[in-house]
């Protein structure tokens, strides 16, 4: 349902959270997420370009999150990468796709989209760092 770069951007702010406060290069953020420099470069600016992340220049710039940024929810970060499409469009790409002329997996797919959305809507990057904080999760293999 998402794409990779915005499971890419999702990596990166849970990063950037468990770090909170700390100017963190490129190369330090791609090793951390398992992603390519060049891609992280990007994603990067668009999200601090949105207002989601900060960037400082320079020798001692990098790329950063404060504590007092808890509020960023998941939602916020695929709207930014991949828009508000992934959960209100259809799971197989039609068009016309309706309640009144459902593609064969518009029921169960509906649900899960519905399901998916409220999750990102309540779960902050706040609380999937303090996760990892703790080893209860990873953001590599």
């Known amino acids: 349902m998402l794409s990779l770069s915005c499971k890419y951007a999702l990596r990166a702010v849970v990063y950037l959270m468990s770090r909170a406060g700390t100017r963190l290069g490129i190369k330090e953020i791609a090793i951390a997420i398992e992603a390519n420099a060049h891609t992280t470069a990007k994603i990067l600016q668009v999200l601090a370009k949105a207002g989601l992340i900060h960037s400082a220049k320079g020798p001692t710039g990098g790329f950063f999150l404060n504590e007092t940024e808890a509020a960023l929810y998941l939602i916020d970060v695929v709207r930014v990468i991949d828009g508000d499409a992934v959960f209100f469009e259809c799971g197989?790409?039609?068009?016309?796709?309706?309640?009144?002329?459902?593609?064969?997996i518009h029921h169960s797919y509906k649900a899960a989209r519905a399901s998916l959305h409220q999750q990102f809507s309540s779960v902050t990057v706040q609380q999937l760092s303090e996760d990892l904080a703790l080893g209860k999760a990873f953001l590599k293999r």
């Open 92 to 104: 197989l790409g039609l068009k016309e796709c309706s309640e009144e002329k459902p593609c064969p």
